[in-house]
C-alpha cells in the first residue's frame, strides 16, 4: 500500500501583486481540503501577505530559493533563518530556471537543501533534463547527475526532503510528459535513491510541467508520482482547487 504523502505545490514565480495574491490566496485558503499537503512558493516580498491570509489555514507557504549561507555579506540573498521568521515552512531549491538563468551548479543546490533542512524548511529539490538531452537518450543520466550531490541530504533527511521531476521541455510550454513517460522517470528516481536508502522508497516525487486540473488526475493516477508542483496553474485559483481535488 502506498502511504506516500501527497502533495500540490504552486510555484508563482515572478508573478504576483497584492491585489490579485489577495483573491487567490482567499479562494485557495476557504476551499482547500482533505489529506494532501498545499502549498504556494511565493516571491519574497509576499512572504508577509502569505503569513497573514494563510496563518491559519492548512495551506504550507514558503519561497522559491533559499541561500546556503547563514549570514554576512552575501547582498540579495535570504536565509533559511530568515524565511522562517515569517512562518515559512518549505523552500524550492534547484529550479530549472534558477539553474539557467543563475548559473547554479547540482553541488550548490544540495548545499541550498542542506541549509533549508537545518532551519526546519522542507526542502523541494527540482531536477529535469532538456529537449535536446530527452531526444540524445541522455534523460535519465541528467537527472541522476543532479541528483548525485544530493543523495547525502535526502539520505540522511527524507521526511525533509520532496523531489520534484520538472521536464525543462514541458514547463510553460503547455506541453507535458505523457503519463508513462513521466512514471518511467519517477520509478529511475525512486529506484536509484531505495538503492542507497531503503527509506527512499518512503519518499515523496511530484511531477511539474503544464500540469492543469484537466490532465492532473491521470498523472497523479501513475504509482510513482505523489502530486504536482503548479506553475502557471496556481495563479487561477479554480485551476489549483481542481489539481488539489485531483491529488
Not at 544530493?150 to 526532503?161: A, E, H, K, Q, T
Not at 531503503?198 to 516525487?205: E, G, K, M, N, T
Not at 503544464?210 to 485551476?239: H, R, T, Y
Request: aromatic residues 6%; proline residues 3%.
Amino acid at each position: 500500500m502506498n502511504t506516500r504523502t501527497r502533495w500540490v505545490i504552486g510555484n508563482w514565480k515572478m508573478n504576483g501583486s497584492l491585489p490579485s495574491n489577495a483573491s487567490l490566496l482567499e479562494a485557495i485558503a476557504t476551499r482547500v481540503a482533505g489529506d494532501s499537503r498545499v502549498a504556494v512558493c511565493v516571491p519574497f516580498p509576499y512572504l508577509t501577505q502569505c503569513q497573514r491570509m494563510l496563518g491559519a489555514s492548512q495551506i504550507m507557504y514558503g519561497s522559491q530559493d533559499v541561500s546556503a549561507q547563514r549570514s554576512g555579506a552575501f547582498t540579495g540573498q535570504v536565509s533559511a533563518g530568515m524565511l522562517r521568521e515569517f512562518g515559512a515552512t518549505i523552500t524550492l531549491v534547484g529550479h530549472s530556471e534558477r539553474r539557467l538563468y543563475n548559473a547554479e551548479t547540482s553541488a550548490q543546490v544540495a548545499d541550498k537543501a542542506a541549509a533549508a533542512i537545518a532551519s526546519g524548511l522542507v526542502a523541494v529539490i527540482c531536477v529535469g533534463e532538456t529537449l535536446s538531452e530527452r531526444e540524445a537518450g541522455r534523460a535519465e543520466q541528467t537527472v541522476a547527475s543532479q541528483l548525485e550531490p544530493c543523495v547525502d541530504v535526502i539520505s540522511r533527511f527524507v521526511g525533509n526532503v520532496v523531489i520534484a521531476y520538472e521536464p525543462v521541455w514541458a514547463i510553460g510550454t503547455g506541453k507535458t510528459a505523457s503519463p508513462a513517460e513521466a512514471q518511467g522517470m519517477h520509478a529511475f528516481i525512486r529506484g536509484k535513491l531505495t538503492e542507497i536508502n531503503a527509506s527512499a522508497r518512503d519518499l515523496s516525487i511530484l511531477y511539474g510541467g503544464s500540469v492543469k486540473a484537466s490532465n492532473a488526475a491521470e498523472l497523479f493516477a501513475q504509482p510513482d508520482i505523489d502530486g504536482g508542483l503548479i506553475g502557471g496553474a496556481s495563479l487561477v485559483a479554480e485551476e489549483f482547487l481542481g489539481i488539489v481535488s485531483a491529488a
